[in-house]
């Protein structure tokens, strides 16, 4: 939010991660970012499985 808010007002884009609170889904992690593997997204993903 803060970075959309920032855009918004100056212009300013941000670079890099920015943690949106969502958990994010790969199967190539990086380290120090929390995520879960594509298994674990389709799994638990909305609509009919």
């Known amino acids: 939010m803060e ?3 920032a855009y918004a007002k100056s212009g300013k884009k941000v670079s ?9 889904i790969t199967d190539k992690p ?3 970012i ?7 997204g389709l799994d638990n993903c909305w609509g009919n499985k």
């Open 34 to 40: 929390n995520s879960k593997d594509t298994k674990f």
């Open 30 to 32: 990086m380290s120090g």
């Open 3 to 5: 970075a959309g808010v």
């Open 16 to 24: 890099g991660y920015q943690d949106t609170g969502v958990t994010l």
